[in-house]
């Protein structure tokens, strides 16, 4: 970190790499204007990240707001302004946008650090969308600096991930001008963990299983008791309509978070249908009764705004499989949504006893098996006799002797090779399990057979690694077997989370 960069705050978890990046684009001494963008999902902590950037340089923070007027936010972020340049709410009479901008500008510029963050700027352009026309108006102006220190440095901020793509996308004012495009993730699973504070791996699995890694529903929801553990902690918030993280609520609050999504109903639909198991588009369309070609913006408004991924078959062209990313969505539309009576009644617990079964199958299974993905691709490298693996995913195997397709929950190409090309040399094997049961010989004896079919089929599988992801831990046969083997890597639950 160069000397003139400001430390990130302790109560800034995580975020090293994007702390880093904001504070050199702040700290850039060139003398002209300069544009970043940050986007990211509601609750991913953009907000406190950049709250805490203008805090630690003396920049200015404003923040739209839902609803409100163009008259009122003028006047607003006019006394934000004002109040910066230490004179009284009221003062500045702005007449509209431009000199608003103009003034922001100005009066960072006299403050030590020339930050202005504008934040849920989406909420702005709903009624005022010449902003980022006058913005580029005054990028053009200021790309000559004048002053000794360095010029005006902007961030504009939003959650609606669809509307802040488009500022720089094409023909609009800003394309080409922004020097940073920060997405804004969510914490990963080890990062949640400890954001969280949870010792128990086991609960640390289940509370990110339903709220994904979204730092922003911790104020919100609290941690889960450690002598209570999941179940009691899950009926007390997901499942409780009193509470802002029932789940219901919260679907609906982050479904209106884009502009885009307008006929809620049909895209309440789609993320059924998904969260049931349809996985193309044809299938999708089959679900509601429609057409494969009336699905394809919706699930493209999906996919941009975050909701749903698609993933790509690693070592084949085929359909990718449409799944859903956000795992509260997932929760409403399998637990909460089909429950939705009785939990409304108050019987939260009977709910969830009557659909833990489903959570186990539809959405713990799966979650688990996407932390075995995620596992490989940001920390199996330690691990790894080849180092650091290529692309991660997915794929199918076809056994023509057999006449049956093998599914590979993980596969990891080596580093250099492209997804899909053929005689790809495969680094990674695996198979996750979140079964009650420990896993065994026939488990290895699956993936190797897998392996011999991928050498038949003209893959590199002289380095191949196989690996098998537990939840519930390995007889000691295998145990013993795999400390005498440098193929073979057993994961269980503390090795996933780096524990001991």
């Avoid at 009193?242 to 895209?267: C, F, K, M, N």
């Avoid at 199918?396 to 057999?402: K, L, R, Y």
Wanted: proline share 7%.
């Amino acid at each position: 970190m160069g000397k003139n960069m400001p430390a990130k705050p302790e109560d800034v978890v995580d975020r090293d790499r994007e702390w880093d990046l904001l504070t050199e684009f702040v700290a850039d001494p060139d003398p002209a204007m300069r544009l970043g963008i940050v986007s990211g999902r509601r609750r991913h902590g953009k907000s406190y990240l950049l709250q805490a950037l203008s805090e630690k340089v003396g920049g200015l923070y404003v923040t739209a707001v839902r609803e409100e007027g163009r008259l009122p936010a003028i006047r607003r972020f006019s006394d934000a302004i004002a109040a910066h340049a230490g004179l009284r709410p009221g003062t500045l009479r702005l007449a509209d946008w431009r000199e608003v901008l103009s003034n922001a500008l100005d009066v960072t510029a006299r403050s030590g650090t020339p930050l202005l963050v504008i934040d849920e700027l989406p909420y702005l352009l709903q009624h005022s969308p010449d902003i980022p026309g006058l913005l580029q108006q005054l990028y053009d102006e200021r790309q000559r600096g004048t002053g000794p220190g360095p010029g005006p440095r902007v961030i504009l901020c939003g959650s609606a991930m669809s509307v802040m793509h488009e500022l720089l996308s094409g023909t609009k004012p800003l394309r080409g001008r922004a020097v940073i495009d920060l997405r804004l993730g969510a914490f990963d699973y080890r990062a949640s963990r400890a954001f969280w504070q949870i010792e128990d791996a086991m609960t640390a699995l289940q509370v990110h299983a339903v709220l994904g890694g979204a730092p922003g529903y911790r104020p919100v929801a609290g941690r889960p008791d450690p002598s209570d553990g999941f179940a009691p902690w899950l009926t007390r918030t997901l499942l409780d309509p009193g509470r802002a993280v029932y789940s219901r609520a919260e679907t609906e609050y982050l479904l209106r978070e884009d502009p885009r999504i307008t006929q809620h109903t049909l895209y309440y639909d789609i993320l059924t249908a998904i969260a049931r198991g349809a996985t193309t588009p044809t299938k999708i369309g089959a679900a509601l009764e429609r057409q494969r070609n009336a699905v394809a913006h919706p699930l493209d408004v999906l996919e941009s705004t975050g909701y749903i991924q698609r993933e790509q078959d690693i070592l084949r062209p085929r359909h990718p499989v449409i799944t859903l990313a956000d795992p509260v969505i997932r929760f409403n539309q399998l637990i909460t949504l089909p429950q939705a009576a009785v939990v409304e009644q108050g019987f939260a617990e009977q709910a969830w006893q009557a659909a833990a079964p489903t959570f186990n199958s539809r959405i713990l299974g799966p979650h688990f098996e996407d932390l075995a993905r995620t596992f490989t691709r940001r920390y199996a490298h330690t691990l790894l006799p080849g180092g650091l693996p290529g692309p991660v995913g997915t794929t199918e195997v076809a056994d023509p002797a057999a006449r049956t397709r093998h599914e590979v929950d993980v596969i990891a190409l080596a580093l250099g090779e492209r997804p899909q090309a053929p005689r790809a040399r495969i680094a990674l094997l695996g198979e996750a399990k979140a079964t009650a049961a420990r896993r065994g010989t026939g488990d290895v004896q699956r993936l190797e057979h897998i392996r011999t079919l991928l050498a038949g089929q003209g893959y590199d599988t002289t380095g191949t690694t196989l690996a098998l992801f537990s939840l519930h831990g390995f007889y000691p046969d295998l145990v013993e077997s795999a400390a005498r083997r440098d193929d073979l890597l057993l994961v269980d639950l503390p090795a996933l989370y780096g524990i001991g």
